[in-house]
């Protein structure tokens, strides 16, 4: 594994939950030069398993919602990763329960199965959206969540049951509050960060980049190495982590409309902005503080935005 990543002791036993997605596959093909002997469960709703063919990985094609397939997902992990989501904030508004039901029951089921695998810890991929529309910036873990979109709401539930299950289970739970994330391998219709891949896509066959409601947000847009290496130092970080939430992002924050212009230098490509109505749900601005993420993991972002950009246009030409 290379130096950039946390190491993970030899042989201990790691599921992810959501492994066939944009941000899963990253994290499973750094847990395995790492030793750790990987299982993955995901339903290929969103995740591709192709992305994950060959590896020397247990896969199960199924729901987190199935506790037969989760049964044996599971079996014999220590850790837990779980990144199984409906994560796009216009679905969540547009399918509100089936969102609840995967991200909400979801997440009870993965607590609960992991308590009666005897799991020593699960790691919790949640999100900036709970910081709600005017979120405080940059943005403290302790800052009051006000959900805006179903998706935000079933997130800090999550948060929640990672909360209790902790105190009253002796079950170690670490929440990491994710920014948007992006890099290579990342689909159009992904939710992290579409943006991104939206106009890499736009550039590369010379059509305009919508810029919605205007193209005045902003976003904290972090490297998707960067939160594999958080993921990895939130499973391995030798504290007894009781529920705590640590954000994840660059501590910078980029307006769409600048985006648009460096993914144009990036790129080559004219830029051919238009301005689209906003999408319901969004939240205006948001920019991590991750002091939090520094002092509780030893963990800091390195990659530089044009950087991971290039990386995603060389992916995808």
């Known amino acids: 594994m290379s130096a950039s990543h946390a190491s993970a002791p030899s042989g ?51 729901s987190i919602l199935d506790p037969a397939a989760l049964r044996a ?10 990144l199984a989501a ?8 547009a399918s509100p329960v089936e ?6 029951e ?22 900036c959206a709970v910081y709600g529309p005017a979120p405080r910036l940059p943005s403290r873990e302790e800052d009051p969540v006000d959900t805006a979109s179903p998706y935000a709401a079933t997130k800090a539930a999550g948060e929640a049951l990672m909360a209790a299950w902790a105190p009253c289970y002796a079950l170690e739970t670490v929440v990491l509050r994710l920014f948007n994330v992006i890099g290579p391998g990342q689909s159009l219709d992904g939710g992290y960060a579409a943006v991104v891949p939206a106009f890499l896509h736009a550039a590369r066959h010379g059509r305009p980049m919508h810029l919605m409601g205007g193209g005045g947000q902003t976003r904290d847009f972090v490297a998707v190495d960067d939160v594999v290496r958080a993921f990895m130092l939130a499973a391995t970080r030798e504290v007894p982590f ?41 939240v205006p601005h948001a920019r991590a503080a991750i002091d939090r993420a520094r002092e509780a993991l030893g963990w800091q972002p390195t990659a530089a935005l044009e950087d991971v950009l290039a990386r995603a246009w060389a992916d995808l030409s």
Do not use: M
Request: hydrophobic share 45%; with cysteine.
């Open 12 to 62: 201990t036993r790691v599921l992810v939950t959501g492994g066939c997605g944009f941000i899963g596959t990253h994290l499973v093909r750094a847990l395995l030069p790492a030793g750790a002997r990987v299982s993955v469960i995901d339903d290929g709703s969103t995740g591709d398993p192709a992305r994950l063919a060959g590896l020397p990985i247990t896969l199960t094609i199924g």
């Open 106 to 127: 979801g997440t009870l089921r993965v607590l609960e199965a992991a308590r009666a695998q005897g799991v020593r810890r699960v790691v919790f991929a949640s999100t």
């Open 73 to 82: 997902a599971i079996d014999q992990a220590e850790v837990v990763l779980h």
């Open 86 to 93: 409906q994560v796009s904030v216009p679905k969540s508004v």
């Open 99 to 104: 969102t609840w039901q995967v991200n909400t």
């Open 242 to 282: 009781a529920g705590e939430i640590i954000n994840i992002g660059s501590g910078r924050a980029i307006s769409i409309r600048d985006l648009a212009e460096i993914i144009g230098r990036v790129t080559g490509s004219a830029v051919r902005p238009t301005e689209a109505p906003a999408r319901p749900g969004d």
